[in-house]
């Protein structure tokens, strides 16, 4: 069973491959507020949906003193493909075994069209500039999620 993250607790560290094959870690961003949030699969409807809203509010979420990061499980090559087709403004990176996933809580049992599976959970988490989390976000909805976002954090 995976736990739920809760707000004050200290944000998992990771270190992963961004869409240029760089890695990016959270505690190069210490210090800083960072949006941390997962998606399933680059290129789908839903997450291109959402991946647009980030990129076109990305102004307002910069001008608060928050870095975006998107992680799913694809490869590096498919997030650049993604990133250069959707002209988004932030780094996407690659958790494939899902590890990082699992240590937010975001990757867990999913139903689509009556059946069940594991997958990654949409899901937003904000950690302020001592590394704790501000918001912890599960099940979001692609749509209409970031100016739910910019609501909570006061934006």
């Known amino acids: ?8 607790q200290p944000a998992p ?10 890695d990016v870690s959270l505690a190069e961003h210490a210090g800083s507020k960072v949006i941390v949030y997962f998606y399933p699969a680059a290129s789908t409807p839903g997450c291109t949906t959402q991946a647009c ?10 001008s608060a003193g928050y870095t975006v990061l998107g992680i799913s499980p694809d490869a590096p090559a498919k997030l650049l493909k993604f990133k250069e087709k959707e002209q988004l403004n932030f780094d996407l990176l690659s958790d494939p075994d899902n590890a ?5 809580g975001a990757y867990g049992e999913k139903s ?11 899901s937003t988490f904000a950690v302020d500039e001592s590394g704790k989390l501000t918001h912890a976000l599960y099940n979001v ?6 100016d739910m976002l910019r609501k909570q954090l006061g934006i």
Do not use: C, P
């Open 100 to 104: 990082v996933q699992q240590a937010y």
């Open 13 to 22: 560290q990771f270190t992963l491959k961004n869409q240029d094959g760089k």
């Open 112 to 122: 689509m069209y009556g059946k069940t599976y594991l997958g990654t959970i949409r």
């Open 1 to 8: 069973m995976i736990m739920a993250l809760e707000v004050s």
């Open 53 to 62: 809203d980030f990129r076109d509010n990305i102004n307002s979420l910069k």
């Open 141 to 146: 909805k692609a749509k209409g999620h970031i």
